[in-house]
């Protein structure tokens, strides 16, 4: 898989998209938490389900494809 996101410098995870294809799977998350925000006033469990559900799919994706995978960093030592 290709990379689309581009590891933190200092901590554990990914930093910003630097592909396209992260860039539109982070837009289609802020989407979806959207949705899922406004979706909590009239059904609060559906909406924090949305919420979570689509938090670990992110998760997923972006571990699996950072440049890198995700370990801790610690600046220009790492």
Not at 44 to 62: E, M, R
Request: no cysteine; aromatic share 12%; net charge positive.
């Amino acid at each position: 898989m290709a990379d689309w996101f581009a590891p933190k410098k200092y901590g554990y995870g990914s930093g910003l998209p630097i592909a396209w294809q992260g860039w539109v799977v982070l837009l289609i998350y802020l989407a979806v938490v959207l949705a899922g925000a406004l979706l909590v006033e009239r059904r609060p469990l559906a909406g924090g389900s949305l919420i979570a559900a689509s938090t670990l799919v992110i998760l997923v994706v972006t571990a699996r494809t950072t440049r890198g995978g995700w370990r801790w960093r610690w600046g220009s030592r790492d």
